[in-house]
């Protein structure tokens, strides 16, 4: 079993900026893939960044060149830093792990997002 917690989230101007942090307890050894999906009202949960343990990355082509996202893996902590915010950003955050990309087998309880105009 593995417990994900998220934090960070709030409210921001556009252009500004957060960081969010996923620190994973449990089982966290035996997934490969950490990750960040959203899901903004009304709209399906879409990836935002994955990472392998190798450091390997997936970004969502929305966010490249904003958003950055890095790992400690002694801690099993992810952090994603999202710079120049735009309203469209504006989401719940879901901090995610599993064995495989693209398949989440354990999610966080999500932190809100929103960013103003």
């Known amino acids: 079993q593995v417990h994900l917690v998220e934090s960070g989230g709030g409210l921001v101007q556009a252009g500004g900026s957060l960081r969010l942090s996923c620190a994973g307890s449990g089982s966290v050894f035996s997934m490969n893939i950490m990750g960040w999906y959203r899901q903004a009202p009304g709209k399906q949960r879409e990836l935002v960044v994955g990472?392998?343990?190798?450091?390997?990355?997936n970004y969502a082509d929305s966010v490249k060149g904003r958003f950055t996202i890095s790992s400690d893996n002694n801690k099993n902590t992810v952090y994603l830093q999202m710079n120049s915010l735009k309203p469209e950003d504006t989401a719940v955050y879901y901090c995610s792990t599993g064995k495989n990309w693209g398949l989440p087998d354990y999610w966080g309880q999500g932190t809100q997002v929103t960013v103003s105009s």
């Open positions: 990472i392998s343990r190798g450091g390997t990355t």
